[in-house]
């Protein structure tokens, strides 16, 4: 099936520059990546059972990657990229305006999730894509069992 496009050569009723970068970012995946997925395998191993890509809140239009909802720990595996990772991001060259836009007000709205769940009474962790699996699954079984055992 072929793309009609505008005279600007982008993909009709898209933003995107090309039919073909539009196909690269429908490939990006927003949930079951390498990392998280290790990390999911790793923590399950251990015993622990969770919510993937769930609300922890139900009135917070959010999800996290892991969600423990009976010790009130949320998890996320943040890309390097799309959440400006310091040691790892680099701003693209072509549309950087647009997308170093896009990468700030990801990092603001992760701030927003991290207060809201903190008000909330969850505690909230964040990873790295880039940091090893099995030290993020030790940690959030640690976490995760220690809140088990206080009373909320």
């Known amino acids: 099936m072929e793309e009609s496009a505008t005279w600007e050569g982008r993909p009709e009723g898209s933003w995107a520059s090309s039919a073909g970068r539009r196909r690269n970012m ?4 927003s949930r079951d990546t390498k990392p998280e997925f290790l990390i999911r395998r790793l923590v399950h191993a251990r015993g622990l059972r969770y ?14 990657d892991l ?6 720990v949320a998890v996320f595996v943040d890309g390097c990229y799309w959440h400006g990772c310091p040691e790892h991001y680099q701003a693209p060259k072509v549309n ?9 007000r990801n ?5 927003d999730t991290d207060q809201r769940l903190r008000d909330a009474g969850w505690l909230v962790l964040r990873f790295w894509e880039h940091e ?7 940690r959030i079984a640690a976490t995760v069992i220690a809140r088990r055992g206080v009373k909320q």
């Not at 429908?26 to 995946?29: E, V």
């Not at 922890?56 to 239009?61: D, S």
């Open 67 to 72: 969600v423990f909802r009976p010790a009130k």
């Open 51 to 64: 919510r993937v890509s769930a609300r922890p809140e139900p009135g917070l239009r959010r999800t996290a």
């Open 96 to 104: 950087s305006g647009y997308w170093s836009e896009k990468i700030v």
């Open 26 to 29: 429908q490939a990006i995946r």
């Open 132 to 138: 090893p699996s099995e030290e993020c699954a030790d």
């Open 107 to 111: 990092v603001a709205r992760d701030r």
